[in-house]
């Protein structure tokens, strides 16, 4: 079975510029997350979706990033403008969640991104 | 406060060493706890969840303390594929995950 999927697997770009991070979830799994990794603060929650609802986005360092998940199959995070400070790994996890049970968290390969 | 804090390490070790991590967390409140294994430049896959009476799964061994909030790992006989960074991770409610900034384990030949 195919894990989660993610695009582009690297980014270089230039301050300034908008960049948009894709993610396709494991099938049948209703929740999604955004997470954003670096050596400074380790790995972050940004935001998750349930059943593609934004449930809780207190993760999201700023108004210049912004997540939509339009299907159950397919989710973006997209930063802009897009700041030096931003350059970090950002992967997308899938789970199954329902009421009394808890599945595990899978997590796609990630997105290198580097602004310049 | 971090929600979730972890010994950096590394922990430098001989093949067949014995080695624990704790890590701590600040919310009485956590629900669920899991370990979590990152190799160099990968993706964090689920190594074992923990459970309020311990587990254990071969050489590894989890274990939950509510009264002191730590959770531990313990890694018996260590092999060289154990070299890696490993993250604890807390859930509070429902979908809310806190990772550790993760302990890195070099085990030596």
């Known amino acids: 079975d195919a894990g989660v999927i993610q695009s582009p697997r690297h980014e270089v770009t230039e301050m300034g510029q908008e960049v948009t991070l894709r993610c396709k979830p494991i099938s049948g799994h209703n929740s999604l997350f955004w997470y954003r990794q670096t050596m400074m603060r380790g790995l972050e929650l940004l935001i998750y979706f349930n059943n593609n609802v934004p449930i809780d986005d207190s993760g999201m360092p700023e108004d210049r990033f912004s997540a939509k998940m339009p299907n159950a199959s397919f989710s973006t995070l997209k930063i802009q403008p897009s700041e030096p400070r931003d350059s970090a790994v950002y992967f997308c996890?899938?789970?199954?969640?329902?009421?009394?049970?808890?599945?595990?968290?899978?997590f796609g390969p990630g997105t290198r991104l580097l602004v310049l | 406060r971090k929600e979730v804090e972890q010994d950096p390490g590394p922990f430098n070790v001989p093949e067949g060493a014995t080695v624990a991590f704790n890590c701590t967390y600040s919310n009485s409140a956590s629900q669920s706890f899991f370990w979590y294994r990152q190799d160099c430049r990968k993706e964090p896959k689920l190594l074992m969840s923990?459970?309020?009476s311990g587990n254990e799964d071969g050489r590894f061994t989890a274990q939950l303390n509510r009264a002191s909030q730590y959770i531990s790992l313990l890694i018996r006989d260590s092999k060289l594929s154990d070299s890696a960074t490993y993250l604890c991770v807390v859930n509070e409610n429902f979908n809310k995950f806190y990772f550790g900034s993760g302990t890195k384990l070099n085990v030596k030949p």
């Open positions: 923990v459970y309020s």
């Open positions: 996890a899938s789970r199954q969640t329902d009421r009394g049970h808890t599945g595990t968290q899978y």
